[in-house]
């Protein structure tokens, strides 16, 4: 079955320091993976998807995450963190006809 | 920003009532997804449409029923609620039928409360 994990349900990190989420996925043929953010009270914001091609994915924000198929990882890193950048952070996988497999979330907490 | 409003925002209901939740677009897309969000489950698919009249189940549909007469309108209905449906209902569209690849849009919530 198909299946998003996110190990890490809070993270905190100070201010310009850099960020590892991590993301594995359970997915039997080539995934479509996608990271969303949501800021407190918000929906969901698309940072990135991965589909096909450079296996190291840049997206908005100053994001990038990088598959790894061997490790059936889809980590989001960030090089320097900023106070704007707390949030909750999901990691999904897509799935035909094109229904979304969300993992339970990450929580970034960010101090000055 | 995706042209999608939810309707209403916030609602507080007793249990065994019935309840509807709304969602409309804007940009014509064919696919339109509920999800609810409850904390340490992420979000999780109730019901999707891939078009007039043509809905699925996701994977937590037990007790939700859903409508789409317009291409623009999404209704998804609690016939009788429970305090378990108590989440935060997310709606969802999406541009291409059956591309997996394609993302999704969200909606700003629901936050239910049934009491």
């Known amino acids: 079955a198909q299946s998003v994990t996110q190990p890490d349900i809070h993270i905190t990190v100070s201010e310009g320091a850099s960020l590892e989420l991590r993301c594995n996925y359970s997915?039997?043929?080539?995934?479509?993976l996608f990271w969303y953010v949501q800021s407190p009270g918000q929906g969901l914001q698309l940072l990135l998807k991965?589909?096909?091609?450079?296996?190291l994915v840049q997206g908005i924000k100053g994001f990038e995450a990088e598959f790894k198929r061997s490790q059936s990882s889809f980590n989001l890193r960030k090089p320097s963190v900023h106070w704007s950048d707390a949030a909750e952070y999901f990691c999904?996988?897509?799935?035909?006809?094109?229904?979304?497999?969300f993992g339970t979330g990450t929580r970034l907490q960010v101090f000055p | 920003d995706a042209g999608i409003t939810q309707s209403p925002r916030h609602k507080v209901t007793e249990t065994g009532t019935p309840v509807t939740l709304r969602c409309h677009q804007t940009?014509?897309?064919?696919?339109m997804y509920w999800y609810r969000q409850d904390p340490g489950h992420g979000l999780r698919l109730i019901h999707y449409?891939?078009?007039?009249?043509?809905?699925d189940k996701g994977e937590v549909s037990d007790g939700y029923s859903v409508s789409r007469s317009k291409t623009e309108d999404f209704l998804l209905t609690l016939e009788s609620a429970t305090s378990s449906q108590t989440s935060v209902y997310f709606c969802?569209?999406?541009?291409?039928?059956?591309?997996?690849?394609?993302?999704?849009?969200f909606g700003p919530g629901t936050r239910l409360l049934v009491l």
């Open positions: 969802a569209i999406s541009g291409e039928a059956g591309v997996v690849r394609e993302t999704q849009y």
């Open positions: 997915y039997g043929a080539t995934p479509y």
């Open positions: 991965y589909f096909s091609g450079d296996t």
């Open positions: 999904a996988v897509g799935v035909p006809p094109g229904k979304l497999i």
């Open positions: 940009e014509n897309h064919r696919y």
């Open positions: 449409s891939y078009g007039v009249k043509d809905t």
